[in-house]
């Protein structure tokens, strides 16, 4: 657990627009990049954002190709600063396997 009472995970990915990407652990935290599943192993999600300079499409945790929970976005592409977490429609606990997938556009 982190000082705010819950694990935060921190991410840190660039991506090809137009194409699906997975978005690992930034490993200046981690050591090593990481899924979600593994870094947060036991977890439960229940709130987040994932934030594009570009448009954004989604951001899902996907295993296996069954979408488990769909992650909130926003875009900056208009010059604003993204925004804080919101809930996880469907909280869920992180299992190994669970990948964090995104799909942008420029």
Do not use: H
């Not at 694990?7 to 090809?16: A, D, F, H």
């Not at 593994?38 to 934030?51: A, H, K, M, P």
């Not at 909280?91 to 396997?97: C, E, M, S, V, W």
Request: hydrophobic share 35%.
């Amino acid at each position: 657990m982190g000082p705010k009472g819950y694990l935060e995970i921190p991410l840190l990915t660039s991506v090809n627009d137009g194409s699906q990407t997975e978005v690992l652990t930034n490993n200046n935290f981690t050591v090593t990049s990481q899924s979600v599943g593994i870094y947060g192993e036991t977890q439960r999600v229940t709130g987040g954002f994932v934030s594009a300079k570009t448009g954004i499409i989604y951001a899902a945790i996907v295993n296996n190709g069954i979408v488990r929970a769909v992650i909130p976005i926003s875009s900056r592409s208009s010059g604003a600063t993204g925004c804080g977490d919101m809930q996880v429609m469907n909280p869920i606990t992180l299992n190994p396997g669970d990948q964090l997938l995104v799909e942008t556009y420029a």
